[in-house]
């Protein structure tokens, strides 16, 4: 067990630090107080990216998201991931963010990060301020009463198609949790964004040895073209054999309080032809039951094209490019 | 620690070297321009969102007010101050002078090392992928016309130290 655990002493008012880029604007809005921080950037053994047995990699939880991203075994047989990362913030964030870091960052929702304002997910029990106010950014599917805020990862996205493990290391020992069981939904504790519980640590995440590298496209949209948190994205890997779809795996960014898969949509995929038309019954599924709000509404259409467009884009990975043609 | 919760802290900024005493709450930003009076790193929005704060730690460019001082003991700095080599102005320096990439000139501390961080990075080959590149800084006053031209002058091997 790394000492940082060990320094937390089991005491919420101590908390770690990575990389910085959230939690030290968090502390200056006094969203999150600290009485220590205690930064784990020494812990050497989770600042790496290996192969493992298995064939899979492990991506450590301090390595930087830019090293994560152009690392030559990523950028070869995880190209999903790195596009979606580099997908979000900017070249300087991504020089400091840490993969465990991105797993825990917190919301974007505006009344979240104004103090003045009620808001269940920072001081529970006060209401939410986003159900009835400005919710332009806020969640379609998956949502409570309590709380409607989204979780703003692009990374997280990539990872949940391909089906990555957290491996966790804490006081009770070490433990993992599937992509899935990591994030949750607010139900009425939105304070909790996952089931990491205090006094653990990320050490690292395993991505199984299928990287869909031949069909796979990240789409992030956005109010503007960089360095902008999603409205809508996607994340799309297929596996096709003679025209067929083998296995295809669709997870959503910016409409949920995690990122978003619905298996009887990629099931229903399976076995089919890779046409716009089945693509569109997969979006409708994906879909089905999404709510929107006064100002979010739009989403809704947004993200049926925009799982349509990029599993076409995932047909023929190089349309990824600006001003690419689709292939379809 | 010292009473006043102060952290020793060794760092190295421009090729010299500091020993200071900072409490650890101080961003990396604050370090440098209030401990250390290099004001030309500015600070735009203390927030992670605009980039005026870029300097190059160890190579790298990050942004300075989402760090804390204590966090980076022992590393190398670079802030603008330290870009050009004396009054041997930096070839990012001299483009940005000859392609009009300022106005106000805010922004172009942060723009300056950000471009030099992406030039040692050799990630971005096309326009487009520079403007990508150099999203993460931004400019109030509508330089980047400017901006991008001079970095891509660079790029092309048109500026030499
Ligand atoms: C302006 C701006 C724009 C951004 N845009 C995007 C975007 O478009 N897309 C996107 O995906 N992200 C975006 N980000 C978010 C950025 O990716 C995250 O802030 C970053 O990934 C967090 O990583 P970190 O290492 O800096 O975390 P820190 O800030 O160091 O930590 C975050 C939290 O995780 C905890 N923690 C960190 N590491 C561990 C660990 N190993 N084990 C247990 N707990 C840990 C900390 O205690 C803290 O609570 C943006 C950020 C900013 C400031
Ligand atoms: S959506 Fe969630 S985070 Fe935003 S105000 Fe409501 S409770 Fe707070
Ligand atoms: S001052 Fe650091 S990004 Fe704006
Ligand atoms: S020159 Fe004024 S902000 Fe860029």
């Known amino acids: 067990m790394p000492d ?5 002493n089991g005491d919420i008012r101590n908390k770690l630090v990575a990389g910085g880029t959230n939690i030290n604007d968090l502390l200056k809005y006094f969203i999150t107080k600290a009485d220590k921080l205690v930064d784990i950037n020494p812990i050497k053994d989770f600042n790496s990216i290996f192969r493992l047995e298995n ?39 991504r020089n400091m963010a840490t993969n465990g870091g991105n797993l825990l960052q917190r919301t974007r929702c505006y009344y979240f990060y104004d103090i003045n304002t009620p808001c269940n997910k920072r001081d529970p029990g006060s209401g939410c301020s986003a159900i009835n106010g400005y919710n332009r950014i806020h969640a379609i599917l998956g949502q409570s009463e309590s709380c409607i805020a989204v979780f703003p990862s692009d990374m997280c996205v990539a990872l949940a198609a391909l089906d990555a493990v957290v491996n966790i290391d804490g006081p009770e020992g070490e433990r993992t949790l599937p992509f899935a069981d990591f994030h949750r939904i607010p139900g009425d504790t939105p304070h909790i964004d996952n089931n990491l519980t205090y006094g653990e640590i990320i050490s690292g995440i395993d991505i199984p040895k299928k990287g869909f590298e031949k069909n796979y496209s990240y789409l992030k949209l956005r109010d503007r ?26 997870a959503l960014g910016g409409v949920a309080h995690k990122p978003w898969r619905v298996i009887e949509a990629e099931d229903f995929l399976k076995e089919k032809q890779p046409s716009r038309e089945n693509f569109a019954i997969a979006a409708d599924i994906i879909l089905e039951g999404a709510k929107g709000y006064k100002h979010n509404s739009f989403k809704i259409e947004l993200a049926k094209r925009a799982i349509i467009r990029n599993c076409i884009m995932a047909l023929n990975p190089e349309t990824q490019r600006p001003g690419a043609k689709p292939s379809l | 620690m010292n009473n006043r919760n102060e952290h020793s802290v060794s760092l190295n900024v421009n ?3 500091y020993q200071l005493d900072i409490q650890p709450w101080v961003s990396l930003l604050d370090v440098l321009r209030e401990h250390l009076h290099f004001t030309g790193t500015k600070k735009g929005c203390d927030h992670g969102q605009c980039g005026a704060c870029t300097v190059l730690v160890n190579g790298k460019r990050i942004l300075s007010c989402l760090t804390l001082g204590v966090m980076k003991d022992g590393a190398q700095i670079t802030t603008i101050e330290g870009i050009s080599n004396g009054e041997n102005l930096h070839p990012v320096q001299k483009a940005f002078i000859e392609h009009d990439a300022f106005q106000c000139g805010y922004c172009t501390p942060g723009q300056i090392c950000s471009a030099v961080g992406m030039l040692g990075e050799n990630k971005a080959q096309t326009r487009e992928e520079v403007q990508e590149l150099m999203s993460g800084n931004l400019c109030r006053c509508g330089a980047n016309k400017g901006i991008i031209d001079a970095v891509m002058a660079v790029k092309e091997g048109g500026y030499n130290e």
Do not use: M, W
């Open chain 1, 55 to 93: 064939g899979g990699v492990r991506l450590g939880a301090l390595h930087t998201n830019a090293d994560t991203a152009y690392d030559p075994i990523i950028e070869e047989c995880y190209p999903l991931l790195s596009k979606a990362i580099l997908a979000g913030a900017s070249a300087q964030i």
């Open chain 1, 225 to 250: 073209s960089s360095y902008s948190f999603a409205l809508v994205s996607v994340a799309t890997a297929l596996d096709i054999e003679d025209s067929t779809i083998k296995e295809a795996r669709i």
């Open chain 2, 15 to 17: 090729g010299r070297h």
């Open chain 1, 4 to 8: 940082a655990i060990t320094e937390l």
